[in-house]
């Protein structure tokens, strides 16, 4: 078929009068550039599920493509055994179309024979992927993009132990979607039932569960980022006694638009802003902020009041590393877990206190299968505090952790700021950063990992290479992905690797630098190790052609 008589055919069944109208103008102009982006390819449903910008074609997010992805999950399910009374659990956040897409999951579950179960209205993340185990269903999905542009929707997959989906059943699910047939013989029934608030109660008495009982004395900043989170921040917030809380306004309701931030995405230079300023307004203790579906959090802090700086954000190492620590103080035992791209000294911080640590490929779809997790963080903002409820990570329950320990630590005239001096003092200073690089020629991903692959460096930064790890090979302990890890001398680490949501080559870098016994000896590791990323990032970036 030509390209405009494959459009045409996809027009007959798309059942959305808006998109629908979009692919006829663009037919009608004649826009072969653009007809070629939507149909040359297709959204490929792997462990992320599907992710991409709204609009008319395979290639887009909408309605067309959302019910087969659910004819086919509903088909996997069936073929593993689940039957009438088996249930799915749908949730869905506030961005355009997230609401139509959860109907048309739950109307192709039921037509297939299965229970569909659709939460109440748009809430985070986590609140679905408490609701499975909490409800005893085979499945649950998230209609979400989480922190993407305004245009994109996304769809997130989950299996019956509350976790996200990995190796084989991606590419299985994947299977079964691409035997879907014309989308009119898709079985589709009524839209299963309404969940009342009850499991959101039981939801968010889980979250205030992690913090100790009794009023605290902080002063909060809080930010949901125009996402679904706030009702449900402010409210664990309040049960867990903290009541001088200030959310900014601009930012409180939900808006699939995003109007105040470039990016929804707390790590995104502006996004924090407002925020900002307004914990600058009301002398406040923390900020904190959500990501649009709630499942990440992000803290901002006052500078150190010696040298008279204003309030910064905490990078993701960071504050894993003070829930951690946390959760190790309170006597959390079991298994402690981050990512590969995570900092290391969460292992040490475990050793130290005798519990068995473990890292993963990056993201909560492995971090959350490590057996006899206590704590799992990722650097990407993500946190798992509370594993026996949520087994991915939870923006709430890490908020509410983390506003625990600072009130906790203001109590006896401390602030996070001086948990992580403490922390360095004891273990040295262990210092991240990041090199991202974004293509527009998506082969040149590829090219960037041959060429550091056919080349690698003999040294980074003035630090000779001890080691490269091609983690494209696996191991006894990590399955294979594409990715490079160097081990540098004096401890430095560097990870390279594409991402898996983005069209980009990420770098994560890792120093460690000693900790003088002086009173400002923090301080000076902070600037030798600041001088030391900058030196690894530049021979990364040389090293790689970027």
Same mark, same amino acid.
């Given at each position: 078929?030509?390209?405009?008589?494959?459009?045409?055919?996809?027009?007959?069944?798309?059942?959305?009068?808006?998109?629908?109208?979009?692919?006829?103008?663009?037919?009608?102009?004649?826009?072969?550039?653009?007809?070629?982006?939507?149909?040359?390819?297709?959204?490929?449903?792997?462990?992320?599920?599907?992710?991409?910008?709204?609009?008319?074609?395979?290639?887009?997010?909408?309605?067309?493509?959302?019910?087969?992805?659910?004819?086919?999950?509903?088909?996997?399910?069936r073929a593993n055994g689940a039957g009438a009374e088996d249930a799915v659990v749908i949730g869905y956040d506030a961005r355009h179309n997230s609401d139509v897409f959860a109907r048309d999951t739950a109307e192709v579950m039921t037509g297939a024979g299965l229970r569909a179960l659709t939460l109440p209205r748009p809430l985070p993340t986590p609140l679905l992927a408490f609701a499975i185990r909490d409800l005893g269903c085979v499945a649950g999905v998230m209609v979400t993009a989480s922190h993407n542009p305004p245009q994109d929707n996304g769809y997130k997959v989950y299996l019956g132990d509350g976790s996200q989906i990995v190796p084989p059943a991606d590419a299985d699910i994947a299977a079964q979607i691409e035997a879907v047939g014309a989308l009119a013989d898709v079985a589709r029934g009524d839209g299963g039932e309404l969940l009342g608030d009850d499991v959101v109660d039981r939801y968010l008495d889980s979250v205030v569960s992690v913090a100790d009982a009794g009023r605290k004395d902080l002063r909060i900043v809080y930010t949901p980022m125009h996402g679904v989170g706030g009702t449900s921040a402010l409210e664990v917030l309040r049960r867990a006694g903290f009541t001088d809380v200030h959310e900014v306004v601009a930012q409180a309701e939900p808006d699939p638009d995003f109007p105040t931030v470039a990016f929804p995405n707390p790590?995104?230079?502006? @996004? $924090?802003? #407002? !925020?900002?300023? /307004? *914990?600058?307004?009301?002398? =406040?203790?923390?900020?904190?902020?959500? %990501?649009?579906?709630?499942d990440r959090c992000a803290l901002g802090v006052a500078g150190p009041r010696r040298h008279g700086t204003g309030w910064q954000m905490l990078r993701g190492d960071e504050v894993g590393v003070l829930l951690g620590s946390e959760l190790l103080q309170r006597g959390r035992t079991g298994t402690y877990a981050c990512s590969i791209v995570s900092s290391s000294l969460l292992g040490e911080l475990a050793r130290a206190a005798g519990q068995r640590f473990v890292e993963t490929l990056t993201g909560f779809k492995w971090i959350g299968r490590v057996p006899d997790l206590a704590f799992g963080y990722e650097e990407a903002l993500g946190y798992?505090?509370?594993?026996?409820?949520?087994?991915?990570?939870?923006?709430?329950? @890490? $908020?509410? #952790? !983390?506003?625990? /320990? *600072?009130?906790?630590?203001? =109590?006896?005239?401390?602030?996070?700021? %001086?948990?992580?001096?403490?922390?360095?003092?004891?273990?040295?200073?262990?210092?991240?950063?990041?090199?991202s690089v974004r293509f527009d020629d998506l082969a040149q991903i590829p090219a960037t990992m041959e060429r550091l692959r056919g080349t690698p460096p003999q040294t980074l930064g003035g630090l000779d290479v001890l080691g490269v790890d091609d983690l494209s090979a696996g191991s006894d302990d990590l399955p294979p992905t594409d990715g490079l890890r160097y081990r540098l001398a004096?401890?430095?680490?560097?990870?390279?690797?594409?991402?898996?949501?983005?069209?980009?080559?990420?770098?994560y870098l890792e120093v460690v630098v000693p900790v003088g016994e002086e009173d400002d000896g923090v301080d000076a590791a902070r600037i030798a190790a600041a001088g030391r990323l900058d030196a690894i990032k530049a021979d990364v970036r040389t090293a790689a052609g970027l």
């Open positions: 078929m030509s390209l405009h008589d494959t459009a045409r055919a996809w027009l007959a069944e798309d059942p959305d009068p808006q998109t629908r109208a979009e692919l006829q103008e663009l037919l009608d102009r004649g826009d072969e550039a653009e007809l070629a982006d939507r149909f040359a390819g297709t959204l490929q449903f792997g462990t992320a599920g599907l992710r991409g910008a709204l609009g008319a074609g395979p290639n887009r997010m909408n309605r067309v493509v959302v019910t087969r992805a659910a004819a086919g999950l509903a088909a996997y399910l790590e995104e230079p502006g @996004a $924090m802003d #407002l !925020a900002l300023a /307004l *914990a600058e307004e009301v002398d =406040a203790d923390l900020v904190v902020a959500n %990501d649009p579906d709630a798992c505090v509370d594993p026996a409820h949520v087994k991915d990570k939870d923006g709430l329950s @890490a $908020m509410l #952790l !983390a506003c625990d /320990l *600072a009130a906790s630590l203001k =109590a006896q005239g401390q602030t996070l700021r %001086d948990a992580l001096d403490r922390i360095a003092r004891e273990h040295g200073l262990f210092a991240t950063d990041q090199l004096e401890r430095a680490r560097v990870v390279v690797r594409p991402s898996g949501t983005e069209p980009k080559v990420k770098c």
